[in-house]
């Protein structure tokens, strides 16, 4: 029994990590797609025969089920689709619709699909029907490939681009690029350090097998999978260990001259703003005290503002941190975000304490590289 239930489970594949929402989607969304390309290509084909085609099935559960497969994206399904279908109607022509035929259109269909960047399941299936798919196939000749092939493949494309993007899925997938916050062509601070681009493309070559999934979507994946190992080595590092208490804030109608003043007394480059209780208004940093923050012009420098109140250049738009937030959700903000300060509030917004990339990294020094023992 022992050897009955090891054979069992390395005979049944792992669950997919995958949420209930996105099951149901997949399924509710291909059952629309189909039966919305039915409806339409019945519309637009009229009586022809054949007006649908099986091998949409398995398109629908790629463009539905997984949106962000390199295969289910819109050049896959047509491409693949069209290409398969022509080639399998010149192999029926030349070798008649025999088992020989077959193999020749798959096989021929795949190296096609290869060669042109759109890999496609259905596309075998596609081949397949335009061999074996009976007089009424045959009949159509190449017309076969844009009726019903085409059309299906364009109308089925149709829905699942509407479908996907009102469910709120990114399709066609391109993955999350986050710009650089200098606009330079550096990488950013979280990528110069682990794997590299070149790591990764090594890695993929040796795999030696076809992944499905783009090296970009791999890349994020392992990027949030660091992320997820640091949490669990820093998370019990909280916001309130780090901040500084003894916050200097200036409120929002103090003159332009106080504000530049306790900047320079205090060598910091930004104030948060706060009334007299200490609700967080705003921040005023040194950038604030220019007009637009950059120069008019490339040949003129920028020009110090005229306003009288602190309110009037302040940034009202403040990302906040709660002293019981673990300190490494703002590694990706003050590294990447090309954030400098961050204020600390309570539950009522009020500013309880202040932290700086300086602090971020003493903290990261003490509790990992300067502690042997914890970065073990």
Known sequence: MPGFLFWLRSFLPAPLAIGQREIWLGCIGAGLGLLGTEWLSQQVLGNANPWFIAPMGASAVLLFAVPASPLAQPWSIVGGNLVSALIGVSCALWLGPTGLAAGMAGALAIAAMFA?????????????????????????????????????????????????????????????LQPHPHRTSDPLPSARLGFTQDDL?????????????????LEEILTRAQLHASRRKWGDVYCRDIMSRDVVHIGPRDSLDAAWERLEKHRVKALPVATADGTLVGIVSLHDFFIGHSAPTSRMA???????????????????????????DLVGLFSDGGLHHMPVVDAQQRVVGMITQSDLVAALFKTGIGNPARAA
Request: net charge neutral; hydrophobic share 50%; proline share 9%.
């Open 116 to 176: 042109l960047r759109c890999l496609h399941p259905p596309g075998g299936a596609v081949a397949l029907t335009a061999v074996l798919g009976g007089p009424a196939v045959s009949q159509l000749g190449y017309g076969f490939a844009l009726w019903p092939v085409a059309a299906n493949s364009i109308l089925l494309l149709l829905l699942a681009l509407l479908f996907n993007n009102l469910m709120q899925r990114r399709y066609p997938h391109q993955p999350a």
């Open 201 to 217: 493309d090594a890695a993929l070559a040796g795999q030696g097998e076809l992944l499905d999934i783009s090296k970009d979507d």
């Open 302 to 328: 920028p020009a110090m503002s005229t306003a009288r109140y602190v309110e009037d250049i302040m940034t009202s738009k403040v990302r906040v941190a709660r002293p019981e937030q673990p300190m490494v």
